[in-house]
């Protein structure tokens, strides 16, 4: 049983696989968190249940332990809730009312308000495979009156006893996504957060904390994610006694909402976890999770071409057609036609709103070129930006009023478009319409649904019908529910989250989404940098990969096309340069990548992912994937620079049976066979000498 209640203590105890998590309700009738990490018995940790009190200054040291303390009395945290009742009382007082295990794996902590008729339930489902534990809260006004949320987490995950606590996470901007970084907390808060509308490139909601000393390998970490893709938070609260808490929920900031009587609310969702085997563990645990509770399917991920880096908007059927018979003859399975195939969208100044088939691009319509790609034995994709519109565009002439805007404002564009609100009825009923319309007029197997800029000005042009600030919310529901009806209707079709690279990737999107794409910079060396900060948090199964031009049109970079082919090859691998000025020895070195990759996808998405070297720290990037049967696995090796005299490095696998043999073939006719404890202790040679270089690594375990 994963979950426990020792009635005599008054604790909750919650067991996986490989960790403990406990918290109690103490005397003063708060649920207050106890331990979180390596497994302990919970009978031992009684002492550890009691209200503490400091000074007068801090009166109530317990309740910045709390499970999910309210704002209102002793607490100077970050508050998990923050409220007004309807007669204007700000003060919340939550005390333990019981609980519900309804599921062996399932928990609810309920929680009531000592005077209102406000309930907050704690929802824990718990992952014990994974060391996960899916939080999330539902909060019912049984008031007369609306209650006004200022402020509701999903979640406060709390580390209590570490000598220090570091934290890492993702930073970043356009075209530079997934950026680590790692800081050594002192006593206040760091906040991560989005207020732009979306998941947004500059901050992700993932985190790690460790005390300073863990590594790939090895140490303790505590993490989470949270399945939001709106304005989020996720603050980490280093307090003056020593204990670290991490909130996290959709943003107060501008956020506030209200709870009609007898309504509730449910908040996203924090998963929260802990590994003993260092963040390389702790990757491979959110990895796993997702490919089981997460990710709306596991097909099997088709080669793909895109023309947009080809063609951009200057799409048309005879240059497509080209394009598409070219892909065909280097083994690409599914073609996609980017930006510029509608209304009038020959730049991004017009046309974005209308999704009618460009007549002139296409004289004879879209089926011409679909029937085209079918009959190269490709699938058909194609890309679309519903949340947006030009102001030049039939759609924004006759609706106006859709647009994000308040009354006194011009609004702003950016990218000459401005975005639909979502939250309104009609607007989501014009988006489910047309996307419905599309996907059943033609023969359409995947979609690419973008979104090209932030929200601004979240209100409505009609002064008389300003809303609440929930708009935020609501766009971001509406949005889900979207993409949930689309996929019921249309069980067969694939959908891409983009947002002008990887600003909408969460776990919350990627309950809807078999794929992403993590950015707009596809140069293969600064996409090592974006994936590896990628895969921290999510399964590379998803993470969508092109090979592009050389020099690359974003830095002049130079590489040959095996580094792009590999550096693309380590997630789901598309094609996205212009293909027709590819040379036919280009061609041919292309298909054979394409052949190579198509005999170790299924690796690369079922498997194990290994992070063995990365550039932060040396000129050699290595990624092993490990099949999860054990048979089978592939290394991606890449040398950036040569630098000054350095010698031979050899690089140690991980993720293999010490005592099995295995056949090592590193494509250059040096195949041998070896033990488990031979690569992972003395490790392979990687023969590099020189800029730019890559190598794909195939192992197979030759005793089965
Ligand atoms: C941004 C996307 O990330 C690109 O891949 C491309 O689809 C463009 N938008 C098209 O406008």
Known sequence: MPISYLEESHIFAIRTARSSYLFGINDSGTVQHLYWGSPVHAGDCADLLRAKHHSSFDAAVDRETEEYGGWGGLLYAEPALKVTFGDGVRDLLLRYDGYLMDKPEELVIRLADEYYALKVNLHYRVFPEFDLIERYVTITNGEPSAVRIEQAMSAIWSVLSLPAYRLTHVTGRWAGEYQLRSDVLSEGKKVLESRRGFTGPHANPWF??????????????????LGWSGNWKIAAEKTTFGHLRVSGGINDFDGSFAIAPGESYTSPVFTGGFCENGFGGMSRQLHRYQKAAILPGSRERKVLY?????????????DQKVLAHKAARIGVERFVVDDGWF????SDRAGLGDWQVNPQKFPKGLN??????????????????????NPDSDLYRAHPEWVYQFPTRAGSQLRNQLLLNLGLPEVKQFVLDFMTNLLSSYDISFIKWDMNRTVTEPGIADERQQREHSDWIRHVNNLYEIWGELRRRFPNVEFETCAGGGARIDLGILRFADQAWISDNTDALDRLHIQEGFTYAYDPSVMMCWVTESPHGMNGRRLPLSFRFHSAMMGGLGIGANIDRWSEDELAEAKDYVEQYKRIRLITMHGDLYRLSSLRHSNVAACQYVARDGQESVVFAFQNAQHFGAWERRLTLQGLDPDALYEVDAGDGRAVTQHGSTLMQVGVALGFSGDGQSRMIRIARVER
């Open 208 to 225: 790690a904390i460790d005390d300073g000393t863990a590594s790939e390998t090895s140490g303790h970490v505590w993490f989470g994610a």
């Open 306 to 318: 895109n023309s947009w880096e080809a063609t951009e908007f200057a799409v048309n059927v005879q």
């Open 343 to 346: 209304g009038a969208r020959n």
């Open 368 to 389: 011409e070129l679909i029937d085209e790609v079918k009959s190269l034995g490709m699938d058909f994709g194609i890309w679309v930006e519903p949340e947006s519109v």
